[in-house]
């Protein structure tokens, strides 16, 4: 989330302040957004592994998930579950609200910078740098949102395994595989490629 959050600063900084990248987004700079994500990651479950310790765990010890995900691991405790759903409420509220809404402040500027290029080629060019970090952005809060932003009540195993496969697999493979998709040279190897398949099996 809030790595998403630090690449939609850095596509606004490329975006709407071109000249001033190279200063906005220098090697120390990105040093630090890069430090200020790894120290916020490594401490916000730290309430949730506190709280997780001292639940006791009546019913099977068999986490229904592939791997150990808060909701599978309150779906098996007999303890009450109200204050760590009160703490992942605020802890979306902060985090997750925040750093979304960062990202569209982001992109609301980025938009309103593409609309007011002059030439397509130009914001063709400018939408092109940011639409592979904008389709993980809504994959990534649409499936982090249906499966944490809801009651305990409403956990579905199947469901969160679906959500959980996307966020966790898919969305760390997108990204490269959209830039490489845009690689010219990675085109016409690809284009190559089929054309030779396709004679393949029309010469058979």
């Known amino acids: ?41 490594l401490l916000d479950p730290v309430a949730h592994t506190v709280l997780i310790a001292h639940f006791s765990y009546c019913r099977s010890h068999q986490i229904d998930h592939f791997f150990c995900d808060l909701t599978p691991l309150l779906k098996l405790t007999c303890s009450d579950t109200f204050i760590i759903e009160i ?34 080629s130009g914001r063709h ?18 499936t982090i949102i249906s499966m944490y932003m809801r009651p305990t009540s409403m956990y579905s195993p199947r469901q969160d395994k679906f959500f959980a496969l996307i966020y966790s697999i898919l969305i760390p493979m997108l990204n490269p595989l959209l830039y490489t998709l845009k690689n010219k040279d990675f085109n016409n190897i690809l284009k190559r490629l089929i054309k030779h398949c396709f004679l393949l099996s029309y010469i058979t």
Do not use: E
């Open 1 to 41: 989330i809030l790595l998403l959050a630090a690449m939609a600063y850095d596509r606004y900084v490329a975006i709407c302040h071109p000249l001033h990248y190279s200063i906005l987004m220098s090697p120390k700079h990105c040093a630090r957004l890069v430090l200020a994500v790894w120290v916020m990651g």
């Open 87 to 120: 703490c992942t409420y605020i802890d979306g509220t902060l985090f997750t609200a925040s750093a979304f809404i960062l990202t569209l402040i982001s992109y609301v500027f980025i938009i309103s910078t593409i609309l007011n290029i002059q030439s397509a």
């Open 125 to 142: 060019k400018a939408f092109s740098t940011c639409s592979s970090h904008i389709t993980c952005v809504i994959i990534f809060y649409g």
